[in-house]
């Protein structure tokens, strides 16, 4: 499981190397549709991996029935995997990836330029904490 754990970390962390990489400083850099939807999908993919990682720690650590996507984030702040605080602002980049996915509204090229600091910011320190968690509760 460690092993699992891990390789979804190190796409995680390809994938942020890869967000940073399409160096986007201003809304109009979006404007390429090439380029926005290589932000949308690189979101996308971050989102999914946590909550990938999220229902793995929940269900062989903690026997834990995921609800949603959402939750899982809080779910681990409740079992000590993250800081509430933390776990409850993270959560709230569920909502965006299921705009992306779903298409429930169109994302503005405002909202996803403010997304990629948000996210670039939240999945490094989602990362680092989760890294620290799996290395001091599971074994080789």
């Not at 970390?9 to 090439?34: A, C, G, H, Y």
């Not at 965006?96 to 670039?120: G, P």
Request: net charge negative; glycine share 2%; aromatic share 8%.
């Amino acid at each position: 499981m460690k092993q699992s754990l891990t390789n979804k970390l190190k796409q995680m962390e390809i994938d942020l190397q890869k967000l940073r990489k399409v160096n986007v400083s201003t809304v109009q850099d979006l404007e390429p549709f090439e380029k926005y939807h290589l932000v949308e999908r690189l979101i996308e993919k971050i989102v999914d991996t946590a909550v990938g990682i999220n229902q793995m720690i929940l269900r062989e650590k903690f026997n834990a029935t995921i609800k949603t996507a959402k939750e899982s984030f809080t779910d681990l702040a409740t079992n000590g995997v993250l800081n509430m605080e933390f776990a409850t602002e993270i959560s709230r980049s569920v909502g965006l990836r299921n705009k992306i996915i779903h298409e429930y509204d169109q994302v503005t090229t405002v909202t996803l330029f403010q997304a990629i600091d948000i996210c670039l910011q939240q999945y490094t320190e989602y990362h680092k904490a989760t890294i620290i968690w799996i290395d001091n509760n599971y074994t080789d």
